[in-house]
Structure formats: C-alpha cells, structure tokens
C-alpha cells in the first residue's frame, strides 16, 4: 500500500536517502529542509521550516498532510549534531539541541495524532543514535537528547495506541561526521564488531520493515554494525 510520508532533515544524507527509498517504493513523499535545497529531481512535495520555532513543526505536518492528502508516517530524522562535553557544557548549546532533537519531533508526533482524527492510523518514527547505549564523554547535550527521545517511544506507545504505532531506529556509523578525514569512516567500520560502516540503505530497510509490520510498536530498531554492543572507547581509541 502507498504511503504517505512526512521526513523532517530529508534534503540530505540520511534523510534524503530515506526519502529516496520510499519514493522507489511508491510511496508519496514530503521532505521538510531548513535550509538545505533537495535535489530537483527528487520528486518528493518540499516543506521548509526552522524546527528551533516551537510554531513549525506542527505547521510542517499540516502542511504535509495537506499537501499528501493525508499522513500515514512521519519520519523524525532532523538533527542537531554539535560537541560538547560536561567541561564545555553551556545552556544555550543543550537548550538548542534539546528543542531540535526532542522538542520538535514530540510536537510533530503530537500535531500527526491529533491530524489521525478519530479513525486513522500511522507510525511515527524518531531516528536516534546508538550512542544512547555506550554515551561517550563528547556531544553530552546530543546524545542526551537522542537517549529522551528514544525514552519517549515507549511512553507514547502506549498512550497513543492503537492509532498511532511509535518507534526508533538507532543507526551506528552512516556517514563522515564534519571534520572527520578521508577514509576515518571505513577505518572505524572496520573497528565495529560486523567490520562495516551501517549503509543508508540499510537504515531504510528498517524503516520499511517498521512500515510493514503493523504490530510492532514501543520498540528500537539498533542498525549500528554492533557497535551499541562495545563501549565506544574501544572503538574511537578514546572516550
Ligand atoms: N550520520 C550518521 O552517521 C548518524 C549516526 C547515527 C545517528 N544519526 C542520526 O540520523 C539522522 C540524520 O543524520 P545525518 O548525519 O544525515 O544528519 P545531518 O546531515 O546533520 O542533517 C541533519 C538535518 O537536520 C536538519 N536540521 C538540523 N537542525 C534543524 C532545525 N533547527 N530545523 C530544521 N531542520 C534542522 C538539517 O537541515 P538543513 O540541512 O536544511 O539545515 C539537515 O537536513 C539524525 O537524527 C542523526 O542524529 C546519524
């Protein structure tokens, strides 16, 4: 059955390559962007906004159900991703990843239920991080907010059923992080206990399965190479 399909942070990388997978599967696609432009050809309906406005992302999910012609997924991909730690820590860098990356995607699972009405049904999906098992010293105020997110799944399963099915997918190691030099990627892969970077087709075969599986809800999808089962220090070579 087609989808409808809402990504928020979907006009590059991984949530480009997650709009990219349901539009080849015949699924109808919205990409949220902030400032990033989808490539032209990608043939997804594009809705902008900055997810930091507590107003945007139930406006975005209106949006795309109008835009749809209803909602059946939403994809909370969108991220701040940024360094600190416990020493560097200051309120404005955790205030601004904690209204990103948790924030935001409560309000846009709370503005999809409310778009459900009485009869309809979806699944929403939170993208969180591995680190939430193993967290490292370094991105404290990311990986804090990526651990509440996927805190909240099971919370808002259970008050959202049966409406509304919610999870997340933890990936491991997809893509070069900013900074990061050539080939780090693959040398880190190959530290993981599978040997191998996670690839971005890989993530969206979780979110299919996730889509397909009409009775799985409250759980965490781990795509991460194993790496969730290591502390990361033995992996990175340092906390
Ligand atoms: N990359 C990895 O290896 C990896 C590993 C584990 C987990 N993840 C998770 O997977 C997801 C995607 O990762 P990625 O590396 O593809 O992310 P990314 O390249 O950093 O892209 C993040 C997206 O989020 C959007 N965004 C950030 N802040 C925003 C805001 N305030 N309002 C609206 N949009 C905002 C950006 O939009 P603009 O570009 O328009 O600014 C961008 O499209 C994230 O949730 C991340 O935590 C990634």
Redesign the pocket.
């Given at each position: 059955m087609a989808e409808r399909i809402l990504i928020?942070?979907?006009?590059?990388?991984?949530?480009l390559a997650l709009a990219r997978a349901m539009l080849a599967a015949g699924h109808r696609v919205a990409v949220?962007?902030?400032?990033?432009r989808p490539p032209a050809d990608l043939g997804a309906v594009v809705l902008q906004?900055?997810?930091?406005d507590p107003s945007?992302p139930a406006r975005v999910v209106g949006e795309a159900h109008a835009r749809l012609g209803g909602l059946s997924v939403l994809v909370n991909?969108?991220?701040?991703?940024e360094p600190d730690r416990i020493g560097t820590l200051d309120a404005a860098s955790f205030d601004a990843h904690m209204?990103?990356?948790l924030r935001?995607p409560l309000l846009a699972i709370q503005a999809f239920a409310a778009a459900l009405g009485e009869d309809g049904t979806g699944l929403a999906v939170n993208?969180?991080?591995?680190?939430i098992r193993h967290p490292g010293a370094g991105y404290l105020s990311?990986t804090l907010s990526?651990i509440a997110l996927e805190g909240a799944v099971r919370t808002l399963a259970a008050a959202l059923a049966p409406r509304l099915r919610i999870a997340a997918i933890?990936?491991?190691?997809?893509?070069e992080?900013t900074g990061m030099k050539p080939g780090r990627l693959e040398t880190l892969g190959e530290r993981l206990p599978l040997r191998r970077a996670?690839r971005p087709e890989e993530v969206a075969a979780a979110l299919t399965y996730l889509i397909e599986t009409p009775s799985v809800t409250g759980e965490t999808l781990f795509v991460d190479s194993g790496e969730a089962l290591r502390a990361r220090s033995v992996i990175l070579g340092a906390s």
């Open positions: 928020t942070g979907g006009a590059r990388r991984l949530g949220h962007t902030r400032m990033t906004g900055d997810l930091d945007v991909n969108a991220a701040r991703f209204a990103t990356n935001a993208i969180v991080d591995q680190k990311y990526k933890a990936p491991g190691i997809v893509y992080s996670v």
